[in-house]
């Protein structure tokens, strides 16, 4: 070939091509990607860099009618593992520095399989500086594990309340999946009792933080210093209509005793104290509940899960013989001066029903003061099954108080048609409806109802909707809201309540079943009684209100298994009733301002 | 004018300049990616001084009588040989190769010098009196000469410099007139070692494709099958050589054979190079606000991957400007290479051109994502005095030969 000389013409155009033919390759190639794909490059870039930290608004407080904090908020570390980047190799390590059990952090994560893997789990809540200054040491040896900083609840202000309050925990995935806009995997929610019904309220507006990482995710700085950062907003605060002492007797009163307390504002229908129990450790799900916490809660024999308050069901015995008196007397069948002599019992058909004692001749008042038994056998069949029945539901029996928990039961008001429902057309007898006046029988009532009941002859008949809130703090636009109470009218006359009422006058200040709990200052009004319990020892019932003339409180206290009502329940219901009205001198921390600003941070590492 | 003429008559403005200017690029570019950096910040004074050394080390060979590199040839191409195989003894371990003496606080490249031995001893070889490239044994000796240093670098080991050692072996040998059939024979077991990478089918087919072309050239039969030995002993020996080579080498092959095979190591630098470039738009972020450089998305930016700190923080502009100021480089080394007075000094020439431009085209291609990611530094910019000096000093001999391109003409 005439080309095969010492730097040929050939040769020479090979090279230059080839060095041409790259230039315009590269010019090309960067057209290409620095003016046609800069924006996709760009996002890119920004994506790379710009690490979005959503801020988890702090949760408003619940403080009570007097502005003391109830549930308050605390920042804590939270460790997190991302499933993607973790090692499994680190488990033993982590946790040994946790102190937690071994195979803890397998089943955290296993509990989350169904989210992504690059999603980061909460790992332990509430975790000590110790272990956060343990993984900044060895953060580099630690891939997929990373802390934050964020609020937690804080349940150190004396109280409990952990069947009012309810408890957050991290939002299930069902719920989740509708309600994708306002939530993030692994955000909390609200899951039972205020916390769930308020949770638009207390929840707030997350914030978002933007901050430069570099390649090996560190937080370099902040992004344009911050200007397009979204500010936390935290959740509103709710003021609760719950009086912190009352509910502290309450508490302390329950200590070793299984049963419940609701205690309202006759005439605002606001729920001063409001107890069931045994309680649980509301800190426990202020931490990553593992699934040893719930089964050991729900297997619990004494069911501290279970809201007694306002979803334990039962007949309410004596507590309930004012419904029959008061409809004896609105429906013109008796008078203060019917009377009925009590033998000690009331013989129907071949049935004896037994009175307590030998009470002789008693009238409506001295039967309520008393507690006969006798004069009512007889009594409930004159009014007739479905008046009785109409009254009781006058009452707020057999429905929901439509209280502002999530919890609550309706309980049960037998009827004719309810009778005929259960047992066929004939399949029952008038021997069913006697017992239903001494409130026995198939009778189920809420403590809730209870209260709802006393607060009615508090106020005669003039009541509002049970209720937890009070107010609360509109963050947004910083101004105090107050929640106007729903009020009603049963529409039953003064002239009725007046009678009852002093008869339940005198069951504590007369000769009655409750002198025991006498008090010249308080002047509390009540009924004892005693529920029958299929399943072991009678439970112990008070009902009342206070003070006589312009009551301030009702209150129902059912004690479980503690026999005769005026021996362990009338004593609490009168510490309840003096922790509301009588007020110390007790200087507490009113200051409201200072803790809702409860300042939170997090970090990202 | 007078004087301009003048000095341009005994002193190439045209490449001068444009080297100057990529220096000055490289060091801002360096200052940038070290900035505020924990342990690297150090890097821009250090390249400052052996950008003065550098200049210092081109001005010496430019005013050295040109005779002296003929000579220079033997002594500076065993010294070179000798200095790579004591850093296989005595160097130092730099992110995984041995390729470095350490004095005091600065490092050798042996590599680097032996550029400069290999270039003079090919030129000085292949010029030899009258020399028949087309003889077998004179080829023969031609490829040892390259070949030694590459197997002494690739025992480092050093691919990327291996093959720019293979480049200018192979272009040496080109220019100096070797028949198709010649470079048939240099050039096919290259082929069938690539074809090799991609599996035993694709090694088949290229030795099929040699048997066809071994008959297009109707070579004798002693010949023929002689070269189809060759090439499929270069298959097994590669397949042999590519065990030897580090598992990041291997993987490094493996990544540009299949880029998803490995997202998070030479792929993850890839994508984070083209990220930066591209995010870099037509006028760039600005000098110090590069995000991916300033955050450090690509490790040790200031070596292999400077090119991207350009891209990122003075944009398609930047990026432009300096592959033109390379291009002028070239075509001007192209335009000196006729110009030069002796076939010694053209292969010079076309040794630092060939140098040069595979350095370039393989950083850059692997900078914009068109080639594999193969560990060169870009010339000029890139940090590393060892390389500066010699790319410079072996400008300044360019620039020596231009000097005395009409003495004894």
């Not at chain 1, 029958?532 to 209150?555: D, R, V």
């Not at chain 2, 670098?153 to 272009?171: H, K, Q, W, Y």
């Not at chain 2, 590669?238 to 998803?260: E, N, T, W």
Request: proline letters at 4%; one cysteine or more; glycine letters at 8%.
């Amino acid at each position: 070939m005439d080309d095969n000389y010492f730097g040929s013409y050939f040769r020479r155009r090979i090279i230059f091509v080839i060095m041409v033919g790259f230039f315009a390759i590269s010019i090309t190639q960067l057209f290409n990607m620095q003016i046609l794909e800069q924006p996709s490059y760009s996002e890119k870039s920004d994506e790379n860099s710009v690490k979005p930290i959503y801020q988890t608004a702090p949760r408003g407080v619940f403080f009570d009618r007097n502005h003391k904090v109830l549930v308050g908020n605390k920042p804590s570390f939270t460790l997190r593992i991302t499933p993607s980047t973790y090692d499994k190799k680190l488990t033993p390590y982590i946790e040994a520095i946790l102190g937690s059990n071994p195979g803890y952090i397998d089943r955290i994560l296993k509990q989350n399989e169904s989210y992504s893997k690059f999603i980061p789990r909460r790992i332990a809540k509430d975790v000590s500086f110790k272990v956060i200054a343990w993984y900044e040491e060895n953060a580099s040896k630690l891939p997929g594990v990373d802390y934050i900083m964020e609020t937690q609840r804080d349940y150190s202000f004396g109280i409990i309340g952990s069947h009012m309050f309810g408890y957050t925990k991290e939002i299930p995935m069902e719920t989740y999946l509708h309600r994708k806009n306002e939530y993030d995997i692994g955000d909390n929610i609200g899951f039972g009792g205020i916390e769930k019904t308020y949770e638009d309220y207390l929840r707030g507006d997350k914030g978002i933080k933007y901050m430069l990482v570099d390649s090996k995710q560190k937080t370099i700085g902040r992004y344009k210093n911050g200007e397009e950062d979204q500010a936390t907003v935290k959740g509103d605060d709710l003021i609760l209509t719950i009086d912190k002492d009352a509910q502290s007797v309450a508490e302390e009163a329950f200590k070793d005793k299984r049963g419940a307390v609701v205690a309202i504002e006759p005439t605002t229908g606001e729920i001063i104290a409001f107890l069931s129990s045994p309680q649980y450790d509301l800190q426990d799900f202020a931490k990553v509940t593992t699934n040893e916490v719930w089964r050991e809660l729900n297997n619990n024999p004494d069911k501290p899960m279970f809201n007694r308050a306002s979803m334990s069901t039962f007949a309410p015995g004596s507590t309930f013989k004012m419904i029959s008196a008061i409809a004896a007397l609105e429906e013109g069948i008796i008078d203060t001066n019917y009377r009925v002599t009590c033998n000690g019992g009331f013989q129907f058909g071949d049935r004896f029903f037994k009175c307590l004692h030998v009470h002789g001749t008693v009238n409506v008042q001295t039967s309520i003061e008393k507690s006969c038994n006798t004069f009512y056998y007889s009594l409930v069949n004159k009014i007739g099954l479905d008046v009785w029945s109409k009254y009781a539901k006058k009452f707020g029996f057999g429905s929901k108080s439509r209280i502002d928990i999530p919890e609550e039961a309706a309980g049960i008001v037998p009827s004719t048609d309810y009778y005929n429902k259960v047992y066929g057309k004939n399949g029952w007898t008038k021997g069913f409806v006697i017992s239903l006046g001494i409130g026995q029988g198939e009778l189920n009532v809420t403590p809730l109802q209870l209260a709802q009941y006393a607060a009615l002859f508090a106020n005669s008949g003039k009541s509002a909707r049970p209720h937890f809130l009070k107010g609360y703090t509109d963050t947004r636009i910083n101004q105090y809201v107050e929640v106007k109470p729903q009020t009603y009218d049963i529409g039953i006359s003064k002239k009725s309540f007046d009678i009852i009422r002093r008869a339940m006058y005198l069951v504590v200040n007369g000769a009655g079943t409750a002198t025991n709990i006498r008090s010249d200052e308080l002047q509390i009004s009540g009924k004892t009684g005693t529920a029958q319990n299929p399943h072991g020892k009678e439970h112990s019932l008070f009902i009342g209100f206070a003070p006589f003339n312009n009551p301030k409180i009702a209150i129902a206290v059912l004690v479980e298994n503690a026999g005769f009502g005026s021996t362990i329940a009338a004593p609490i219901a009168r510490d309840v009733i003096k922790a509301f009205l009588i007020k110390g001198d007790k200087k507490e921390n009113k200051n409201l301002a200072a803790s809702t600003n409860i300042q939170e941070e997090q970090i990202a590492h | 004018m007078h004087i301009n003429y003048k000095l341009q008559d005994r002193f190439d403005l045209a490449i001068f300049i444009p080297m100057i200017v990529l220096v000055i690029f490289g060091l801002l570019a360096i200052y940038s990616s070290t900035y505020n950096h924990p342990t690297a910040s150090g890097n821009f004074q250090k390249q400052l001084i052996f950008a003065i050394i550098a200049v210092i080390g081109f001005f010496i060979t430019f005013s050295l009588p040109q005779q002296l590199f003929k000579s220079f040839a033997i002594p500076v191409f065993f010294m070179s040989l000798f200095f790579l195989l004591a850093v296989l003894v005595v160097g130092k371990t730099i992110y995984g190769a041995k390729s470095w003496f350490g004095v005091g606080g600065f490092g050798f490249q042996p590599s680097e010098l032996a550029k400069l031995g290999t270039i003079l001893m090919l030129a000085y070889w292949l010029t030899y009196k009258s020399r028949d490239i087309n003889n077998l044994l004179d080829i023969g000796v031609a490829l040892a000469i390259g070949f030694v240093p590459i197997m002494l670098i690739m025992l480092e080991p050093d691919m990327g410099t291996s093959i720019v050692f293979a480049i200018i072996t192979i272009s040496l040998i080109f220019w100096s007139g070797i028949s198709l059939f010649g470079l048939f024979v240099v050039l096919s077991p290259g082929v069938v070692v690539f074809a090799s990478l991609f599996g035993v089918y694709t090694f088949i087919a290229a030795l099929l494709l040699i048997v066809a072309a071994l008959f297009f050239f109707k070579r004798d039969l002693f010949n023929s099958v002689t070269v189809f030995i060759i090439n499929l002993s270069a298959g097994f020996f590669f397949d042999y050589a590519f065990k030897i080579l580090k598992p990041h080498q291997q993987k490094r092959i493996a990544s540009f054979l299949d880029p998803s095979a490995d997202p998070l190591g030479s792929g993850y630098n890839a994508l984070q190079a083209k990220v930066a470039i591209g995010s870099g738009g037509f006028f760039g972020k600005g000098f110090l606000h590069g995000n991916q450089t300033q955050l450090r998305f690509i490790p040790e930016q200031w070596t292999d991957f400077i090119y991207c700190v350009i891209g990122e923080e003075f944009g398609f502009l930047g990026s432009v400007l300096v592959i033109t100021l390379f291009l002028i480089i070239f075509l001007r080394l192209f335009k000196l290479s006729s110009t030069a007075k002796d076939k010694f000094s053209v292969l010079i020439i076309i040794g630092v051109l060939t140098l040069l431009f595979s350095h370039f085209a393989i950083n850059i291609g692997m900078n914009l994502g068109i080639t594999p990611v193969i560990g060169l530094p870009l010339p000029f910019l890139s940090y590393g005095g060892s390389s500066l000096l010699i790319n410079m000093v072996m400008l300044g001999i360019v620039m020596n030969i231009y000097r005395n391109r009409k003495l004894h003409t």
